[in-house]
């Protein structure tokens, strides 16, 4: 064959295959758009008109052939192992992984429980923000929040502390790895922060008297415990570590659901005063104590924000004005009123009497015209009922010469005759400014518990000066002779 006849012959089969080609891609081609039109018809239609025509097409499908063992293996795995059972498998196995790294936390003997201190206020040490508070139980600070900026964060990861206690939720968490931890070791740390007591451990407080030992090995007798003196808040401890050994008053706030329901007007701080001596009652009388003090720091503050800095800690104040404010505004606080709403604190501090005042004339005056003065009306003796939450004695004047061995005397005074005072015949002459009343008082009811506030001190121009009388405490006869007389 000629080289002519070749090329032809080649020509003709490559055409062939060109049109064999061309034709296979248009026949494809048409296949495709047949397909597409029943998908573009399906879509224009409902899902229910869909699940209709489909249905059939499916069913007239051919099953898949299956061995016996495997259909019987899927049904059983069918009715075993449901979609809302798997859910709930998957879950507890991620519980079950963040449930075994709780209980487990390697960081547990980092924690240093002596320099655990609860008693100061609740803020972080660097933002000063009392939201979102967390003790580091490594170092006893207080930091804010536990996200991957906040101070906590931070310092576990610069100081590697691990171990946090959030002080509102009282949970413990691992930072900087951020899961809570479950241990029932921690149970002390929170009990520390907030002391709780039964009913029955209340009713035998007075029954058992037993010592404790703190964390440091000193023994401590609960409700006998010391408190700190920050600065100058002497005269306060002393008021609030005699209230706290009164029965009914402690027994109250010892357990918090007595007074935690109280329902105060909006953006009344009074109620601070309330939840902070609880707070303080419930540390004094704590058998679990890490230390055998307590610091009222809490408790102080909210005095210096409620008395409107009348009270504070960085200055002196009297004992007996801080005690009759304390008292009142625990019980006004408490919901209490005057007359009508009583409370605790009336329940058992508070007494009645009656107060006989006659007016005066003045000394200047001659004796006949005072006479005339004393028919009138206005100098008649008048009579009024009042309560009291405590009674002020006077003390006689202290001796101003030296006895004959050049020393001064302290004199001593029965308590029976200072409480004379009030045996509705002792007359005590009051001045004014303008005016002077002579007065007397009598005793018409006694509270369970009775506060004896002995005057020591005088104020003049010039200095404050201390009656150093000593005054005897008949403890056997005292209430024998009280009752003589308030019957009189």
Known sequence: MSGRSK??????????????????????????????????????????????????????????????????????????????EREVRAKNGREDSEDRRSRHCPYLDTINRSVLDFDFEKLCSISLSHINAYACLVCGKYFQGRGLKSHAYIHSVQFSHHVFLNLHTLKFYCLPDNYEIIDSSLEDITYVLKPTFTKQQIANLDKQAKLSRAYDGTTYLPGIVGLNNIKANDYANAVLQALSNVPPLRNYFLEEDNYKNIKRPPGDIM????????ELMRKLWNPRNFKAHVSPHEMLQAVVLCSKKTFQITKQGDGVDFLSWFLNALHSALGGTKKKKKTIVTDVFQGSMRIFTKKLPHPDLPAEEKEQLLHNDEYQETMVESTFMYLTLDLPTAPLYKDEKEQLIIPQVPLFNILAKFNGITEKEYKTYKENFLKRFQLTKLPPYLIFCIKRFTKNNFFVEKNPTIVNFPITELANGMNYKTSR
């Open 271 to 278: 109620f601070l005063l309330v939840q902070r001596f609880g």
């Open 7 to 84: 090329r032809e012959s080649r020509g003709s089969t490559r055409g062939k295959r060109e049109s064999e080609s061309r034709g296979s891609s248009g026949r494809v081609k048409r296949e495709r758009d047949r397909e597409r039109e029943p998908e573009t018809a399906s879509s224009r239609s409902s899902p229910v008109r869909v699940k209709r025509e489909v249905e059939p097409a499916s069913a007239r499908e051919a099953p898949a052939p299956v061995f016996p063992a495997v259909r019987v293996k899927r049904e059983r795995e069918a009715d075993e192992d449901s979609e809302p």
